[in-house]
């Protein structure tokens, strides 16, 4: 067996690689605090009931297990952050007013995901907490269109969706949990053979609604339009494509930004509560971010609060980031000169690099661009062009 081979679909990542990732998530992580978002670190290993609390099978099903020996309980690999900051929200922060708070961390699948060639990801997020309006999942919307920014991203798309569509639908029906993730599947991949025999079962108005999901996405005003006329008469359905409308409206303005609307795009569904969001962008067929309103998650915790947020792979980002990390360097003799060192310590301090060789000795780092020496003239050392 071949000693430095990885598990399928977990790879090294190689130094210019990591110094991009390294660098977009200092400078990310910096915007976020120019918002006023607190950094927190949740654990990679939690009780899996803690971990799995308010999300639904998908992550239970994408979850590393393992036994504690110290407890004897079953522990969970983290494969998603978003649950922990919930968590540290509702029970150890214990706050009364609006919280924001941000992460960057490792998360591993079980399985690899569907449209990825990896099982670990380098999440990072922004989440809101406190705020149960429309102006939170804007910020949290602004805010994920800034972090592509960064990344030098071009045009991005964002699919809009709302889990009070289905809330609404279904309100009169007492439907078990299997059945819903059932449904759920067939609206997804918008099956509509299946979800059609499927709904025999249900009221015709309620039928001919979920039909109507898989349909209803483009262009936002002519689905929102749409959906007013097609859809029954229900608060959370109302509430829902208002909260749409809104978000359009403001939203509209940004530029380099192409809005739509699939209101059967539902992943997330188990825990999403409200507005739903995912983000494209040319280069990548799966969404390069998701996010949405999770407002109950926290409950299960003990404190049920407002919530809004979003995530995405610090690793894919930096994959597809037209920027480029570099570094220009200066090489200096390796060798024992007290103005030497001292002329080092002064180019390292003020930012430059400075790498010291032997004599006959290349630089074989792909990280920096060696394009200057320090060379002794007289008395002193001085930056020359190689």
């Known amino acids: 067996m071949n000693r430095w081979l990885l598990p399928e679909d977990i790879a090294d990542v190689l130094p210019v690689e990591a110094r991009k990732v390294e660098t977009l998530r200092r400078s990310i992580l910096d915007l976020y605090q120019s918002y006023g978002y607190e950094l927190v670190a949740p654990p990679i290993l939690e009780f899996l009931d803690s971990l799995l609390t308010g999300t639904g099978s998908d992550l239970n099903l994408q979850t ?18 978003t649950p922990q900051v919930a968590r540290i929200d509702a029970h150890l922060l214990n706050r009364a007013g609006v919280t924001r708070l941000c992460y960057a961390g490792s998360v ?16 990072l997020g922004a989440e809101i907490y406190g705020c149960a309006t429309w102006e939170a999942d804007f910020e949290a919307i602004t805010l994920l269109l800034k972090t592509l920014s960064i990344a030098g991203l071009g045009k991005v798309y964002l699919d809009l969706s709302h889990a009070g569509i289905l809330t609404g639908i279904l309100a009169d029906q007492n439907l078990d949990k299997e059945t819903i993730e059932t449904l759920y599947g067939f609206l997804q991949t918008k099956d509509r053979p299946r979800l059609s025999q499927w709904a025999t079962c249900l009221p015709a108005n309620i039928s001919a609604a979920l039909m109507a999901l898989t349909e209803l996405n483009g262009p936002c005003a002519e689905v929102i339009s749409k959906a007013k006329k097609v859809l029954p008469k229900h608060v959370a359905i109302d509430q829902a494509l208002a909260d749409l409308e809104r978000l359009v409206a403001a939203a509209s303005s940004a530029s380099g930004l192409e809005l739509s609307i699939d209101l059967a795009d539902l992943r997330g569904y188990q825990y999403h509560s409200g507005v739903m969001f995912a983000a494209y962008i040319d280069k990548l067929p799966q969404p390069i971010a998701r996010g949405g309103r999770y407002d109950h998650v926290g409950q299960a915790f003990g404190r ?25 360097a200066i090489v200096a003799p390796w060798i024992d000169d007290a103005a030497l060192n001292q002329a080092i310590a002064k180019l390292r301090s003020s930012g ?15 990280e920096y661009a060696c394009d200057r020496e320090l060379v002794k003239q007289g008395s002193s050392w001085e930056v020359k062009k190689k």
């Open 64 to 81: 590393f297990k393992l036994v504690d020996q110290l407890s004897g309980r079953t522990l969970g690999l983290r494969a998603d952050i």
């Open 304 to 328: 049920s609060r407002p919530a809004t947020g979003f995530s995405l792979d610090l690793l894919t980002l930096a994959n597809l980031s037209p920027l480029q990390v570099r570094k220009q």
């Open 108 to 123: 591993a699948h079980a399985r690899t995901p569907v449209g990825s060639s990896a099982r670990e990801d380098l999440q």
């Open 352 to 366: 430059e690099v400075v790498i010291q060789l032997m004599a006959d000795e290349t630089v074989e780092a792909a």
